[in-house]
């Protein structure tokens, strides 16, 4: 099935300890987008790749790190996790086009 | 700054209509998009609007009015299954896509 895939679905983490979020689509789509969404918040823009190879700083980058070595991947790390870093995590991916994201299902991670 | 507001909640009746606005100020506009959100899942697209007017789509419609900076989506015929959060994003000129907070939409029977 076409579509674009998160993992891991939840996690707790210790603060302080390393987490790379996966993210995969097979879509071909060039643009890769990593948000966190946070309750009374709209969804905030951490990094973002318009193509493999490339990727940008977005709203909220600190404590943040991505890399696009391909079309199809875009990993998300936290290098050192902080509790502020508990969210909703959504990856998305665009075309060409009107710009109309697609969604992954989300990873919910907390920190304590 | 640039800023997206729409009501933080809104109840309906099952079978009503409702209408959910948005207004808007960006650093320039390349399209204002409407995505719907179910509890615990993912956005997902509902609409598209760059040119001033209605946009019609089954039981949804959007609306677009660029010189007031002001969006809205109506649902008809609400059925339950419409209960969700709605999140209006408007694309600026750097193609980044602003988003609103988002309208939890409650549906009474």
């Known amino acids: 099935i076409a579509g674009i895939t998160q993992a891991p679905t939840s996690q707790i983490l210790a603060a302080g300890r390393r987490m790379t979020l996966r993210c995969t689509q097979d879509m071909r789509h060039n643009a890769m987008y990593w948000y966190r969404q946070d309750l009374g918040l709209g969804l905030r823009l951490i990094h973002y790749?318009?193509?493999?190879?490339?990727?940008g700083k977005g709203e909220v980058p600190d404590g943040y790190s991505v890399s696009r070595a391909n079309t199809d991947d875009f990993p998300l790390t936290l290098a050192s996790a902080v509790p502020s870093q508990t969210s909703v995590y959504f990856c998305?991916?665009?075309?060409?086009?009107?710009?109309?994201?697609?969604f992954g299902e989300g990873s919910r991670l907390t920190v304590l | 700054g640039q800023n997206i507001d729409q009501p933080t909640e809104m109840t309906a009746t099952e079978g009503a209509i409702v209408q959910i606005n948005c207004t808007y100020q960006t650093s320039g506009f390349n399209g204002l998009f409407w995505y719907q959100q179910h509890a615990g899942e993912a956005p997902t697209f509902l609409s598209y609007n760059v040119l001033d007017g209605l946009e019609e789509k089954g039981r949804f419609s959007s609306f677009l009015s660029r010189s007031k900076g002001y969006s809205y989506l109506l649902l008809k015929e609400l059925q339950m299954k419409d209960s969700a959060s709605y999140l209006c994003a408007v694309m600026d000129s750097n193609y980044q896509l602003i988003w609103g907070a988002g309208t939890k939409l409650i549906i009474k029977p």
């Open positions: 998305a991916s665009s075309g060409s086009g009107t710009g109309e994201l697609f």
């Open positions: 790749s318009n193509t493999a190879g490339t990727t």
